[in-house]
């Protein structure tokens, strides 16, 4: 069944994982623990994972016993930040259609899919990691 809220399979690897890291923000995670636990790709986590360190959200370690952690502070980061280092800024696009059939006048949906985009963008601009590291520790 599809859904109406896409997100990329990019951005969601990236939130969940910093979710998960900032769980634990003692720890260094391996890519293969982190994508274990979130049941990805190590290959596109990776890539991930490096964008969001180049952006400094995560901090790198290299060697056997070397993996991610929060950068400390950015703990505190909102998931809009984190979403917009991995797409680019969160666009409110109220259509579903590429191409848009009804000129712009009159949407069958009426005026939900502004409402669903403007609760979307709240969510993320108010949302802490922190607020959601519990979905982490809890399942350990």
Partial sequence: M???????????????????LAASPERLLSNREIATQLK????HLSKVLQRLSRAGFVRATRG???GFAVRPGAE????LSIYEQIEGPLKA?????STRICGGR?????DLL???NREVRRY??????TDLTGVYRSRR
Wanted: proline share 2%; with cysteine.
């Fill in 40 to 43: 990805v790709s190590e290959a």
């Fill in 64 to 66: 056997p016993r070397g």
């Fill in 93 to 97: 696009d109220n259509c579903l259609l």
């Fill in 2 to 20: 599809a859904s109406v809220l896409r997100v990329s399979d990019a951005a969601s690897i990236g939130l969940h994982a910093m979710v998960l």
């Fill in 76 to 79: 505190r980061s909102t998931l």
């Fill in 114 to 116: 502004k409402k669903v």
């Fill in 106 to 110: 009159k949407c069958i949906f009426g």
């Fill in 124 to 129: 993320f601009s108010k949302t802490r990691l």
